[in-house]
């Protein structure tokens, strides 16, 4: 079945470094592929998305590309701030269902 | 548009108890989600709702947990009696099957002492 495996935090960097979430899956179709963020407190809310192999979401500086050929959506931010500290969720949709199928998440932490 | 409506935000209550979670879905989604998220198993998707119907509940733990959907517009996930492993935090989210992603409501905080 359809599963996405994301790297496991916590991952704490200094302000304004550079981030990187890895996030890999398996899916038998051409799923749809989403990065979610959830604040402390909050519920999860949606920070970008692609729908195809090679399109880029991009969001709030962040931004990951559908790579199809590495089946992978990595997300990256060049310059992280404090206000990014939360949890990230990756998540991919087959085409043919609604439900989603998220990653275990990881919890990145910034410091001043 | 006022988001995906979730009643109430916390719930506090005795071992045994039976707790009613409510969920008002965004108007025009057909979707209908119930997540629950602990820090122990992560997010885990419990029952999905198409047209107030429902189409996998594969993730609903046993059968003290039961869910409904009436209308369009209201959902409700039921836990009787309650036990204190049910703690967590309860989440409804909705999405339109012309669109991809889902809309996540605040969430419901239970605690079962």
């Known amino acids: 079945g359809d599963s996405v495996t994301q790297m496991e935090g916590p991952v704490t960097l200094s302000e304004e470094a550079f981030l990187t979430i890895n996030c890999t899956y398996t899916?038998?179709?051409?799923?749809?592929l989403f990065w979610y963020v959830q604040y402390p407190g909050e519920g999860l809310q949606l920070l970008l998305k692609?729908?195809?192999?090679?399109d880029k979401g991009s969001n709030k500086g962040f931004e990951a590309t559908y790579r199809k050929e590495t089946t992978s959506f990595h997300l990256e931010k060049g310059s992280v701030q404090v206000s990014d500290s939360a949890v990230y969720f990756c998540a991919l949709k087959d085409d043919s269902w609604g439900k989603l199928q998220f990653g275990a998440g990881t919890q990145v932490v910034v410091t001043p | 548009d006022a988001g995906v409506i979730q009643s109430p935000r916390h719930e506090v209550t005795e071992m045994g108890q039976e707790v009613t979670l409510r969920c008002k879905p965004i108007?025009?989604?057909?979707?209908l989600f119930w997540y629950r998220q602990t820090m122990m198993r992560g997010l885990e998707l419990l029952i999905y709702f198409n047209n107030n119907v429902p189409i996998d509940d594969s993730g609903m733990p046993e059968d003290r947990f039961s869910a409904k959907m009436p209308n369009a517009s209201f959902s409700t996930l039921k836990i009787q009696p309650s036990e204190p492993r049910d703690s967590a935090v309860y989440f409804c989210?909705?999405?339109?099957?012309?669109?991809?992603?889902?809309?996540f409501g605040p969430g419901t905080r239970l605690t079962v002492l």
């Open positions: 692609a729908t195809k192999a090679d």
């Open positions: 989210a909705s999405s339109s099957g012309t669109r991809h992603e889902q809309f």
């Open positions: 108007s025009g989604h057909d979707y």
């Open positions: 899916a038998t179709g051409y799923p749809s």
